[in-house]
DNA sequence: GCTATCATTGCAACCAAGTTGCATTTACTA
DNA sequence: TAGTAAATGCAACTTGGTTGCAATGATAGC
């Protein structure tokens, strides 16, 4: 059962991957695939983890596939400031710019995937925007 | 009247840090005297140096004195995407919770002082909120 | 299927920002 | 004018990410 989702998802991946037109490298499926399984926003040294065993990635290497899978706007990319990047599968391929919730106690960042990064007031004269961050920090269900 | 202003930043710093309780070294004075003047937030690199030639404030020192300052409520500390810290002084000893730009080609960040930091949207059950964080990146007047 | 080609990978060394432990100095107190 | 605790300086360390370059491997053309 968990085996068949497993395969399903690195299927999954590959399409993805040879969507873009690029090379689909086994690093880069087995990444995707297990991104698109967990469903939440990972850190590097999470996914360096869960990938430990089967026959493990370079550090480097993997830096450079979550930069080539963001570029590809395969996974979108969070930063927090604990200064430690985490990175979650986009469901769909456009990127919705959605607020996020980091829990102080355990660490963990999560989508809010419906609610919009977005500001009211208006920006000084002559500021362009090109971009907002969001992010609601406080505990977790399971901390408080 | 450059050299008064100074003075005048060194004793506001100096009656501000008495304020706390706690003791009043040079060191505190003036990195709290610099950032006064400054008005802005600025890194821990960019008040190295600023305070180079004047018997310059050991590295380390200068980490300690800006995190106590921003305990003391007197700074605040604001996180950004390039994973620098920047601090600015606070002008009311309550902590308004304000929004940032972020200049992406200059790298500047500017306090939206009348932007509030917020959110519309419910959190998801069982979630509770601390603190929000709202950044707008993109292009500053002088960089568009 | 086989080979040539160029993108991708692994490795070692590097960098920047921030932290820690501990001995020395300094601001305040009495 | 000491005595004392707090602040400082220094050296070494940590964490997260980057760079250059040689070795490897995915794909296109045959
Ligand atoms: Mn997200
Ligand atoms: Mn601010
Ligand atoms: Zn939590
Ligand atoms: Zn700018």
Chains 1, 2 share one sequence.
């Not at 993805?16 to 690093?27: M, P």
């Not at 969070?78 to 355990?106: E, G, M």
């Not at 505990?139 to 408080?144: G, N, Y």
């Amino acid at each position: 059962m968990i085996a068949d989702m497993s395969i399903d998802f690195q299927e999954r991946a590959d399409n993805l991957i040879r969507q873009t037109g690029e090379r689909a490298t086994s690093g880069r499926i087995r990444v995707l695939a297990m991104l698109l399984a967990e469903q939440r926003p990972v850190s590097h040294q999470e996914i360096e983890e869960r990938l430990r065993g089967k026959s493990r990635l370079n550090r480097v290497t993997l830096y450079r596939i979550l930069d080539w899978l963001n570029d590809k706007c395969l996974v979108h990319r969070i930063v927090s400031d604990d200064r430690v990047w985490r990175f979650r599968a986009n469901n769909d391929l456009r990127t919705h710019r959605h607020a996020h919730f980091k829990c102080t106690r355990c660490t963990r960042v999560m989508c809010l995937d419906d609610m919009k990064a977005e500001y009211d007031r208006p920006l000084p004269a002559g500021y362009r925007p090109l971009e907002v961050e969001l992010t609601v920090k406080g505990l977790c269900a399971e901390c408080v």
